[in-house]
Every structure is written in C-alpha cells, then in structure tokens.
C-alpha cells in the first residue's frame, strides 16, 4: 500500500500502519464477541437501572424474532426514532440479528420531517417511544 492509495498516509507518525485487520468482520459479531466476554456485566446504565450484556442481547434476540415474524427479512430497514434510551441499542442489535438494517432518525424530527425521512430511508419497520408515535408518527404512517 503506498501513499497513492491512501494520500493522507504522508501525515501519519513514522510506524503507523496504513491498514488494521479488525478482529470482528461485523458489529453482529463483535456484539456476540461482547455478550460472550462478560454476559453478567453492565453493558447499558440509564438512571437507576443497569443492563447487562446478556439483559441486552436477550432483548434484542426477542425483537429481532418479533420483527422476522411481522415480515422483516435480509436487507429490511428499521428506523430507530428514539431518545437516548436502552432501546436504542436493543433495536440497532435486534436489525442485525434479523439481518437487516438500523436507520437512525433524530427524534427531534417534526412530522414533516418524518414524512420525508421515513419512505427516503427505506424503512419497513419503525421503532418508537409511546410518546413520539402518539404526538408525531401516527399521523405521518397514517399518512396525513
């Protein structure tokens, strides 16, 4: 590998590779590589509450079977339209166990934001907060 192929290795210190082999060949499996390390420790502290790696992957195992038995397959986009929350990460797990794909879509986004969003991302799926389905999404899948 030379610096034609990679012109911003000229701005590397002296020994810094210009290619790392990473020990995963995808997230699903450096999450599985995670569970398995430690599945009884912390993966997720939000308030009071603790997830472990296990709590999490169990979660998101369930999801991911709730979704393939709706009709979610290989290459299916979920749009995750969630605070920061546990479920965040369940969901985002729970689309690679099912073969699919996580969208993120800032929960910040206004229905006319959403209307746009949702059929641009190609999402088959949404994953939402009561809150932001009641106030926002509803009327946007209803389509109005």
């Not at 985002?92 to 991302?121: C, F, Q, R, T």
């Not at 949404?126 to 009327?139: I, K």
């Amino acid at each position: 590998m030379t610096e034609q192929t990679y012109p911003w290795a000229a701005r590397y210190e002296a020994g810094q590779p210009l290619h790392i082999d990473p020990v995963q060949p995808d997230m699903l499996s450096l999450w599985r590589a995670a569970v398995a390390n430690d599945p009884s420790a912390a993966a997720i502290l939000y308030f009071d509450r603790t997830l472990s790696w296990q709590e999490v992957d169990d979660r998101a195992e369930a999801l991911a079977k709730h979704l393939q038995d709706n009709g979610f397959g290989v290459g299916d986009r979920v749009a995750l339209y969630l605070q920061n929350h546990p479920a965040y990460v369940i969901g985002l797990v729970a689309a690679w166990k099912a073969g699919g794909i996580a969208v993120a879509i800032n929960p910040m986004s206004k229905a006319h934001e959403l209307e746009y969003l949702l059929p641009d991302s190609g999402a088959v799926a949404l994953l939402c907060h009561d809150d932001l389905y009641t106030d926002v999404a509803a009327a946007v899948l209803a389509g109005g």
